[in-house]
């Protein structure tokens, strides 16, 4: 399955996009029941909980078959591949289980309060005035019904990974070390509703959160971080050429940024095959070194 070029151009705009029924039921199913089997068996110590808010939780789980199959083998993997470009995307290693909690009855919950992935809290990871960025992009899949807003939602900011990148270009990117970048963003924020089984898709430089949760029910969600084959050797510089990992989308750029994303992307696909070649050269040499001692008198 592959976006038609209207949906690629409502990504380029919002940063983001809605995929209905992205994952069959059965393996959905499959990965609530994973979820809930490990926490009854282990539980959530109370004095981990706010590692596991901000990680994940289960963690022993997240490399598993149950997991990673919900983005490897469905059409969320096709979906995103026909964005980062044929051949470009690598699969998931792992996926991090987002489960939001229910707010006590009644509670008052508040606006959502959004963030960038990759920023120093201490909580996540990484130390407070720590950036870096990791992966190319989210993809997000629904384990649970998600009807209405303030349910847990994953919730953006459509259009704020535009801001952010002219915000970067005209600030440094070092203003990240003092955290997220205050803006007045383009779109207020958008509270994605949908069904177990949903997913979405959305660029790395899009504010986003989890919302509040004043439902009854607990919402189950796995957040897969996507990588372009050459994210590593990119990492940084992506803050400010947010479209250079998204190989797909190029053709539909304005000129100038095409060209821009274009002239980066072939310069490092160089680099990479001269890597390989010298890799190469290196390899036969020591493979006819050693004939060479196997054949000596």
């Known amino acids: 399955m592959r976006l038609t070029d209207q949906q690629k151009r409502r990504f380029i705009e919002d940063g983001y996009i809605v995929i209905p029924n992205a994952v069959p039921r059965v393996m959905v199913d499959a990965a609530r029941q994973s979820i809930n089997h490990y926490i ?4 959530m110590p109370p004095d981990e909980l706010d590692i596991y808010r901000a990680q994940t939780y289960c963690r022993h789980l997240t490399q598993t078959h149950e997991i990673t199959t919900l983005f ?18 690598s699969k ?11 707010a006590p009855p009644f509670a008052d919950a508040g606006p959502p309060r959004g963030h960038l992935d990759g920023i120093g809290s201490g909580k996540n990871g990484s130390n407070v005035g720590e950036y870096h960025r990791g992966f190319t992009g989210f993809a997000v899949v629904y384990l649970s019904d998600v009807p209405t807003e303030y349910s847990g939602n994953f919730t953006v900011w459509p259009g704020s990974h535009l801001t952010v990148e002219q915000h970067l270009e005209q600030q440094g990117v070092d203003v990240l070390t003092r955290g997220c970048p205050q803006c007045d963003w383009p779109r207020p924020p958008v509270q994605v509703t949908g069904q177990a089984g949903d997913a979405v898709i959305a660029h790395h430089q899009l504010i986003h959160t989890a919302a509040p949760n004043t439902s009854p029910n607990i919402r189950y969600g796995i957040i897969f971080r996507l990588r372009h084959v050459d994210c590593g050797e990119f990492a940084n510089k992506a803050y400010t050429d947010i479209w250079h990992e998204w190989e797909g989308l190029h053709h539909l750029l304005p000129p100038e940024r095409a060209s821009r994303s274009n002239t980066e992307a072939k ?11 010298r890799r190469s050269g290196k390899s036969s040499a020591r493979v006819a070194a050693t004939s060479r001692k196997r054949t000596a008198p």
């Open 40 to 43: 009854g068996q282990h539980g």
């Open 267 to 277: 310069a490092r696909r160089r680099r990479t095959r001269a890597a390989a070649r």
């Open 72 to 89: 490897n083998d469905t059409p969320v993997f096709s979906l995103t591949e026909s964005l980062v470009g044929e051949g470009r995307l």
């Open 92 to 102: 998931a290693a792992s996926g991090q289980i987002g489960l939001r909690f229910p």
